[in-house]
């Protein structure tokens, strides 16, 4: 059973730092590119990025470009989001999303940027 | 990496059939065969139905059916049940990244 665990949410304040994790388990975490996703209080779902299996490869929303890094440990079977520079906007629920077919999806972490 | 369009509402009657339409471009949903589509209740992660245009996961009811003509993809909703009530979500791929559409509640008279 495929089980994708989002932390590191939270209250920060514009212009700080956060670093979102997801442990996964149930899956061959190593195989497969990983997404993130992120939904803001009452929208849809946005693209955020996603990274190859073995992390040689990364593209960003345009959003989060040059703030946002995401990075994997496949050792750990863990996959990261740094976000640098946050802004109001980025409030949202984050959530880590397999790159399979069928995809999975964590339950999501809060990140809420406020002052 | 516009939003795909989708109608912000739908409804019907227990038992009747709704269609959802996502319209992007040939760069997103007419150029590759990997439309998803999910279902969200409130409070609720997004739920996998549709993915690559027209298959189902494991335990997805047959109501639920896919489909693509060029640079618009549809969920159609068969026998809707109370159940079905939530908001749907497209998203494609789009060559390196990934689009997601504008949302549409689907309302069960």
């Known amino acids: 059973q495929v089980q994708l665990v989002e932390s590191g949410g939270g209250v920060v304040q514009p212009g700080t730092s956060l670093r979102l994790s997801c442990a996964a388990s149930?899956?061959?975490?190593?195989?497969?590119?990983m997404h993130w996703v992120r939904q803001p209080p009452g929208k849809g779902p946005e693209w955020v990025a996603v990274?190859?299996?073995?992390?040689?490869?990364?593209f960003y929303a345009d959003s989060v470009k040059g703030r946002f890094t995401i990075s994997r440990d496949n050792s750990k079977n863990t996959l990261y989001l740094q976000m640098n520079s946050l802004r109001d906007d980025d409030t949202a629920v984050f959530y880590c999303?397999?790159?399979?077919?069928?995809?999975?999806w964590g339950q999501g972490t809060l990140v809420t940027v406020s002052s | 990496q516009s939003a795909l369009t989708q109608p912000p509402s739908a409804s019907g009657s227990p038992g009747q059939s709704v269609t959802i339409s996502c319209t992007g471009t040939?760069?997103?949903?007419?150029?590759?065969?990997?439309v998803s589509w999910y279902q969200q209740h409130p409070g609720k992660a997004p739920k996998l139905m549709i993915y690559?245009?027209?298959k189902r996961p494991s335990g997805v009811p047959d109501r639920f059916s896919g489909s693509k003509s060029g640079n618009t993809a549809s969920l159609t909703v068969s026998g809707l049940q109370a159940e079905d009530e939530a908001d749907y979500y497209c998203?494609?791929?789009?060559?390196?990244?990934?689009?997601f559409g504008t949302g549409t509640k689907v309302t069960v008279l």
């Open positions: 999303v397999t790159s399979s077919a069928p995809d999975f």
């Open positions: 149930g899956i061959t975490f190593s195989a497969y590119a």
């Open positions: 990274i190859s299996y073995d992390g040689r490869s990364k």
């Open positions: 040939s760069s997103d949903v007419g150029g590759y065969n990997y």
């Open positions: 690559e245009v027209t």
């Open positions: 998203s494609s791929y789009a060559g390196g990244n990934n689009v």
